[in-house]
């Protein structure tokens, strides 16, 4: 597993050679999956919070594969947690973090190409918990809570590494280091009550907000940022009832969650572009984005899940375990890219007379369709079922059997009807590309009775444990499991919403040298009313498409999935624990966008014998007539990941005061498409993309902690982790032969070989207070992260024609932090 920090601050943890989408996180047996959009968890899409508590949090522990039955919606890592309850004794404690650009070194934008005054850097976290009796021995309460002040720096750079000092003087202010604000509360609370001897109570309650403005690095500028906000609401009623032989587990859950990102202003929006010669010809890359923000979103879940565990040990050697799980979860998203019109101007298209950025040669904006609501919801209904045996077969051999099938209704999708419009304008009538081409629309169109529910999905869960010797102290495990996950409503349901409010593109004629566009009723001459509310309505009444594009779902979408396969070997030597182990983890049926189109002969790519420098092109200008691309939403996602790993772990105790983790893992991983990316617009098929080596996994990752108490009363602990550079891939078109092949390299190492290394030391004294209870102290704990300030650089050339493909591109150290000192102080009773 890896967690993940973003250039936006945003977090993610992943698995595997897979994406974030495919993680889960189960909080006292709940799943806190996000049916809607990335990062598997709700509320991390694009967030830089914590999604519950540390507080709260009693215990945890990371699956990364070969997980139980129970576990479901998850095919890469399951981390399980189990929150802290009140005891018959009053307990509490509160903490405060700190650090600001005084305790930090400068970034290499900061430094290069000249030295700049320190952007303002905050991060400051605190938070409290307290828990104790309600009635002593049978009712008991725990709270907590957590927030976050946060003023992280971004930078504003054009791509490629491109000098800003080459725009007009006018651009300048725009590009530079600035920073963005984040704010996050947290709270939680449970009460347990224990009525009788074999009977168990909790509700529990969580509630998070989040705001504050977020922008990536790259080449928005700082009026495009959005607000963001996030509004969860969570709440459990558990009630366990424990008997000799058996004990029974229920819960009751109730979700409510918001994401809903706004542009910070509105207007109009302005993309400057420039050309440059690639892998696949000349093509354009941005210079920098300015004017107001262009998308606004609310998207979230709702809904009630009700969920059974029974465990039987009446059965010698077996603890047997079923379940059920139902859950009505209401999915709904509100998705308006281009709310704000975006004019692009090619600033080479009259190299004659200089920069252009007056004469736009494309404008986007999005309006509604008729009557359409833009507010897509869906009922979903969610079921699921397992059993799983843990057979003690003998003293030295357990068993773990398991098997789930897992049901799911997805409304939006299923009941789709693919509007009249739509069927019309890619009918053979009025779109004939598609009457001898590779795939058959009709696949794509939906009367509202042809889709099915996904079911019948059997999921064994195997593995086994066998302890080579009597006391336990070594012993060999594996298994093997298949584990489904679901496709992401963020896609599904863009069928319908594309259709509700959908971007209208017009292109105008001579305002750009690169693929000038043909005279339409989307192609058109340029009009400075067009930079208006009225001139856009012009532009609507006058056009019956207005260059919209399509979205078709496939009518049998799989569900995505993963098989996964370990086998390992551990010691035990008193403190000291080895283990090695080998994982294989293979998922397929991931969802992908492909790129409809076809010329007029049905083919994807044209090889004119007649030419010998005509190169593969993907047939973008090749549309219905008065509309836009057609896109197609199907599966084919697949990766692949055989990992090695050895790891050596030794316990702290009181008379051994130090202890150490190490874990070093070798890892190959594989995919036919880039690392998180589901658009695919540059083959025919999913299956013409070949299967290179991952991009978004390292090959060696070495990660070691460890503390030790010092003579003097301060535990000193320290973090190392290293790794190899990453592989960045690009596209070469050539003519001869006519092909379009996908190539990779390595990175650019930031050191000797390495792609990312960090140590961070730091030193914690606690100081007994006496007051209160004899466990009440003080707790005062600096931190130097990143020691040896290395340059975690994270922007790579990926123009494979160029000499530079692979190297360095800017200074942007995204997430990574420079030495950064951080002040902590805490209080415990």
């Known amino acids: 597993m890896r967690f993940i920090e973003n250039a936006d601050g945003s977090s993610r943890i992943q698995g595997g050679g897979q994406d974030s989408r495919t993680v889960n996180v189960f909080i006292d047996g709940v799943s806190q999956k996000d049916y809607v959009l990335k990062n598997g968890i709700t509320g991390q899409d694009s967030s830089a919070g914590n999604p519950f508590p540390q507080l709260a949090i009693g215990e945890y522990q990371v699956l990364s594969s070969n997980y139980k039955a129970e576990f479901d919606q998850v095919s890469s890592v399951a981390i399980t947690a189990l929150t802290k309850s009140g005891t018959n004794k009053f307990h509490g404690e509160g903490f405060f973090d700190f650090t600001n650009e005084t305790l930090r070194d400068r970034r290499p934008t900061e430094i290069y190409p000249t030295t700049i005054p320190k952007v303002k850097t905050s991060n ?383 292109n105008f004629i001579g305002n750009t040298t690169q693929d000038p566009c043909t005279p339409s009723a989307t192609c058109i001459g340029w009009n400075p009313i067009y930079l208006t509310d009225a001139g856009r309505q012009q532009l609507l009444a006058t056009t019956t498409g207005g260059g919209r594009e399509f979205r078709f779902l496939n009518n049998d979408l799989k569900v995505p999935y993963s098989d996964q396969f370990s086998l390992g070997i551990r010691g035990r030597f008193n403190l000291l624990q080895l283990e090695t182990g080998y994982t294989h983890i293979e998922s397929k049926n991931g969802f992908v966008f492909l790129l409809g189109n076809r010329r007029p002969d049905g083919s994807f790519f044209f090889d004119d014998p007649n030419s010998t420098a005509d190169t593969p092109n993907s047939p973008f200008s090749f549309t219905p007539n008065g509309y836009g691309s057609i896109i197609l939403g199907t599966n084919g996602l697949k990766t692949s990941s055989d990992a090695a790993y050895l790891k050596l772990t030794k316990t702290y105790t009181q008379s051994s005061p130090w202890s150490i983790d190490a874990t070093y893992t070798y890892t190959e991983a594989e995919e036919n498409r880039q690392f998180g990316e589901v658009y695919s617009l540059d083959f025919a098929s999913i299956k013409d993309y070949p299967t290179l080596r991952s991009s978004g996994v390292p090959r060696h990752r070495f990660v070691i902690a460890g503390s030790v108490d010092t003579p003097i009363g301060v535990t000193f602990s320290t973090k190392f982790q290293i790794e190899s550079p990453i592989f960045v891939k690009g596209f070469v078109d050539t003519s001869t032969p006519f092909a379009r092949t996908l190539v990779g390299t390595l990175t650019e190492g930031n050191g000797d070989l390495w792609g990312r290394r960090q140590l961070d030391f730091a030193f914690t004294k606690y100081v007994p207070l006496g007051f209160i209870t004899d466990d009440t102290r003080v707790r005062v704990r600096v931190d130097i992260i990143n020691v040896m300030n290395d340059r975690n650089y994270t922007d790579f050339n990926s123009n494979p024609i160029d000499a530079n493909f692979g190297q360095r591109s800017s200074y942007s150290i995204g997430g990574n932090p420079p030495r950064t000192v951080k002040l902590s102080a805490g209080f415990s009773f």
């Open 124 to 506: 400051k976290q605190f938070g409290g918990a307290l828990g104790g009796p309600i009635i002593k021995d049978r009712a008991h309460f725990f709270l907590s809570y957590e927030g976050k002040r946060i003023d992280s720096p971004y930078d504003v750079r054009p791509d490629n590494g491109y000098p800003a000092s080459s725009l007009p003087a006018q651009y300048q202010d725009y590009f530079g280091t600035f920073s963005q604000r984040f704010n996050e509360d947290l709270y939680f609370g449970k009460i347990d009550i224990e009525p009788t001897d074999k009977d168990l109570i909790e509700l529990s309650g969580k509630y998070r907000k989040e705001s504050g403005t977020q922008i990536g690095t790259g080449i928005n500028a700082s009026s495009t940022a959005t607000l963001s906000k996030v509004d969860e609401k969570r709440a459990t009623l558990r009630w366990q009832h424990s008997e000799d032989k058996w004990i029974n587990d229920a819960r009751l859950s109730y979700e409510n969650v918001h994401w809903a990102p706004t542009p910070q202003i509105d207007g109009n929006a302005y993309l400057l572009q420039a050309t440059q010669i690639t892998g696949t010809g000349t093509s354009r890359f941005n210079l920098l984005q300015y004017g107001a923000g262009s998308s606004q979103q609310d998207k979230g879940q709702k809904g009630w899940t009700a969920q059974d565990d029974f465990t039987w040990t009446g059965f010698t050697g077996h603890t047997i375990k079923v379940g059920a799980k139902a859950k009505w979860v209401k999915l709904r998203s509100l998705e308006q890219n281009n709310i704000n019109p975006l004019y692009t101007y090619d600033v080479n298209a009259f190299s004659q007379t200089g920069f252009n950025d007056t004469l736009p040669y494309r404008l986007q904006f999005a309006a509604a369709l008729g009557d359409a609501d833009p507010n897509i919801t869906s009922n979903n209904f969610q079921f699921g079922i397992y059993a799983q045996d843990d057979w003690d077969v003998t003293s030295h051999l357990t068993l773990n059997l398991g098997v789930r099938w897992d049901y799911e209704r997805t409304p939006a999708y299923l009941d789709y009807v693919t509007t009249q419009e739509n069927v019309t304008a890619v009918s053979p009538a009025n779109y004939r590309n598609l009457v001898n081409t590779d795939y058959d629309i009709n696949d794509y169109i939906s009367n509202g009775h042809t889709r099915k529910a996904f079911k019948g999905a059997w999921q064994p869960r195997l593995g086994f444990t066998y302890r080579i010797d009597d006391a336990g102290r070594f012993a060999v495990f594996g298994g093997y499991g298949r584990s489904y996950d679901r496709n992401q409503f963020d896609f599904l349901q863009q069928e319908v919403s594309q259709g509700a409010f959908p971007t209208r593109t017009f």
